[in-house]
């Protein structure tokens, strides 16, 4: 038995429009949020540096691997949901576990 609920128009902009984004429908992209929200039954990892470093690659690699990637794809050509301080100069081992 399906259940309804009800958005009001400015919540049903926000969700169409990152549905938009992502090329997909509302109901889809919904869907995708109400299933993340179960218990996860695989790890997490909240940075591009934990889970590097759970594939066992040192701080030197990550920072260069970072570094390769400010190099082929400059922040400024990235789309506008990049955060400014994901750089190669800003990879620290102090924020490994970092929770957004």
Request: hydrophobic content about 35%.
């Given at each position: 038995?399906?259940?309804?609920?009800?958005?009001?128009?400015?919540?049903?902009?926000?969700?169409?429009?990152?549905a938009n984004r992502r090329g997909e429908i509302a109901e889809d992209l919904l869907a995708e949020m109400i299933e993340g929200l179960r218990e996860p039954s695989r790890p997490v990892y909240y940075t591009t540096y934990a889970f590097m470093r759970h594939l066992e690659m040192s701080f030197e690699e990550v920072r260069e691997?970072?570094?390769?990637?400010?190099?082929?794809?400059?922040?400024?050509e990235l789309d506008t949901?990049?955060?400014?301080?994901?750089?190669?100069?800003?990879?620290?081992?102090?924020?490994?576990?970092?929770?957004?």
């Open positions: 038995m399906g259940k309804t609920i009800e958005l009001t128009d400015e919540q049903d902009a926000i969700l169409e429009h990152a691997s970072a570094r390769l990637a400010d190099e082929f794809f400059p922040p400024d949901d990049h955060d400014p301080s994901d750089t190669a100069e800003n990879v620290s081992p102090d924020v490994a576990d970092a929770h957004p």
